[in-house]
């Protein structure tokens, strides 16, 4: 059973950081792409930021120049580093991955929440 597990989450104020960190049970090589999404309150769910095998990487318009989607192969191991946040920004993160194998996996999810 392939599981993805994040970590990080949490309060801050406006214009402080976080890290959310996302395991996988594994190798990430098997995963094309991995990405973090987010659901505000009465919000649908969007893609924030994702990063393919070869190392590119997408960024939601909204997060460019604050965020970084990195990931650690040996820890099996993907980041969301998260600067300036803005109360905008508040809401579900959700850790995301392509199976090659088959399917698509989702992290149980962790909380985000910016003060103004």
């Known amino acids: 059973q392939v599981q993805l597990v994040e970590s990080g989450g949490g309060l801050v104020e406006t214009g402080g950081s976080l890290r959310l960190s996302c395991a996988a049970s594994?190798?990430?090589?098997?995963?094309?792409?991995m990405g973090w999404y987010r659901q505000a309150p009465g919000k649908q769910r969007e893609l924030v930021a994702a990063?393919?095998?070869?190392?590119?990487?997408n960024y939601a318009d909204s997060v460019k120049g604050r965020f970084t989607i990195s990931r650690d192969n040996a820890k099996n191991t993907v980041y969301l580093q998260m600067n300036s946040l803005e109360p905008e920004d508040t809401g579900v993160y959700y850790c995301?991955?392509?199976?090659?194998?088959?399917?698509?996996?989702w992290g149980q999810g962790t909380q985000v929440t910016v003060s103004s």
């Open positions: 995301n991955g392509r199976y090659m194998m088959g399917g698509t996996y």
């Open positions: 594994a190798s990430i090589f098997t995963f094309n792409p």
């Open positions: 990063i393919f095998s070869g190392g590119n990487t």
